[in-house]
T-cell receptor
Framework: GAVVSQHPSRVICKSGTSVKIECRSL??????MFWYRQFPKQSLMLMAT?????????EQGVEKDKFLINHASLTLSTLTVTSAHPEDSSFYIC??????????????FGPGTRLTVL | KQEVTQIPAALSVPEGENLVLNCSFT??????LQWFRQDPGKGLTSLLL?????REQTSGRLNASLDKSSGRSTLYIAASQPGDSATYLC????????????FGQGTTLQVKP
């Protein structure tokens, strides 16, 4: 099956620093990728849509200057949390859609990145 | 605005039982619905995808149904096993098929040996 990887899997940083998270589709190309955030015991909330070759589109309430997204190639999207604060501590998950015949687009999710801001 | 609700929030059953997880959504104009499994601290694994024109999908011991008009989907797990213990999430994609998913809060399942 399709594989999406994320790096790092876990990061701890000091308040005020920036953290970059990578999302890669390993065996397929993705012109679009999605970034989600999941707080403890809550569901996933879509943050933004990453578009290869153009600007990301952000969901309402998500600060685009704080969460910088770059879709550098058809297999790589990066999310940079700038000037991170403790309230940014969360589980960040990316996904990439892959079309599979008559089944349509199936979303393949990365393993997630646990961010802890001290 | 689309809202997805899953009931129950948590479920504990003895091994071998058949069980049903429920998912409801407020806007029936969906492109598809997916069921995912999430293990603690891990990402999501896609279990079943049902297109809006379909009524059900099956994979092994899993069967998912979709009643779009009533805004409901169920995930049926037959002969549950301890390895099925996880959080199960349903998510819907809007009719415009942008790829964005709206998730329910999940049902955390524990299957006791």
């Amino acid at each position: 099956g399709a594989v999406v990887s994320q790096h790092p899997s876990r990061v701890i940083c000091k308040s005020g620093t920036s953290v970059k998270i990578e999302c890669r589709s390993l065996d397929f190309q993705a012109t679009t990728m999605f970034w989600y955030r999941q707080f403890p015991k809550q569901s996933l909330m879509l943050m933004a849509t990453s578009n290869e070759g153009s600007k990301a589109t952000y969901e309402q309430g998500v600060e685009k200057d704080k969460f910088l997204i770059n879709h550098a190639s058809l297999t790589l999207s990066t999310l940079t949390v700038t000037s991170a604060h403790p309230e940014d501590s969360s589980f960040y998950i990316c996904s990439a859609p892959r079309t599979s015949g008559h089944s349509g687009d199936t979303q393949y999710f990365g393993p997630g990145t646990r961010l802890t801001v001290l | 605005k689309q809202e997805v609700t899953q009931i129950p929030a948590a479920l504990s059953v003895p091994e071998g039982e058949n069980l049903v997880l429920n998912c409801s959504f407020t806007d029936s104009a969906i492109y598809n619905l997916q069921w995912f499994r999430q293990d603690p601290g891990k990402g999501l694994t896609s279990l079943l995808l049902i297109q809006s024109s379909q009524r059900e999908q099956t994979s092994g011991r899993l069967n998912a149904s979709l009643d779009k008009s009533s805004g409901r989907s169920t995930l049926y797990i037959a002969a549950s096993q301890p390895g099925d213990s996880a959080t199960y999430l349903c998510a819907v994609s809007g009719s415009s098929n942008t790829g964005k998913l709206i998730f329910g809060q999940g049902t955390t399942l524990q299957v006791k040996p």
